[in-house]
């Protein structure tokens, strides 16, 4: 398996690199966490170390997700609750708190791409909602056959939506994925941005209001998905 490491800590990695090579596994080591949106697409799986030099770990984990569905299993000396919370709820597949124990680490990689492979179908990258066509890959909307041109909030907001759609996705998911931390973001501007996203979109149904919950995107009746 092509494994892609981003490790800022020589020593760590380079320990790393040499079992994941015993077992059969290649593995590409990046230090800093922009490397990991270069290389991504060439690995099977992503260990993601959350203090890199460059940007935290859960920011780079936030910017894959919205590109990718690959595996992710965070390494970490943080073992506070918090950050495991918010490294799953970002999407990581498996959390594992620094020292790591090697045979663990192997046991986890392995459980990790078996349920990886169990999902089977190839993740949805565009999607369509009436006449409204939200590209997740090139981060495009097109209404009507027109592109319109949203800010990266309005996008990413729009993204997790319609990255589930026809599910509800609650207020405080919706937070934590688009600024990273339900409880420091400001509320209200979730709302603003929502209130511009649907004037931008001109489908103010397309947004369904879960009232005390959060939001959907699409109703089941007019979704077409399409695969990578
Ligand atoms: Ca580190």
Known sequence: MQILLA???DGVAAALVEVLYDHGHVTRRVRYGRDVLTYHRSSDLLLLDL???DTDGLDVLRALR???DMSVVVLTARGDER????GLRLGADDYLVKPVRLAELLARIDAVTRRSAAK???AVRTVR???VEVDLDARRVRVGGTEVELTTKEFDILA???GRAGT???REQLLDEVWGDAYQAVSRSLDVHLTQLRAKLRRPELLTTIRGFGYRFGDLGDLRDSGA
């Open 168 to 170: 509800a996705v609650s």
């Open 51 to 53: 203090g890199l030099p």
């Open 7 to 9: 490790e800022d800590d």
């Open 160 to 162: 997790v939506l319609a």
């Open 129 to 131: 909602a009436g006449d």
């Open 120 to 122: 089977g179908a190839p």
């Open 83 to 86: 950050s495991v919370v918010r």
């Open 66 to 68: 919205a590109v990718s």
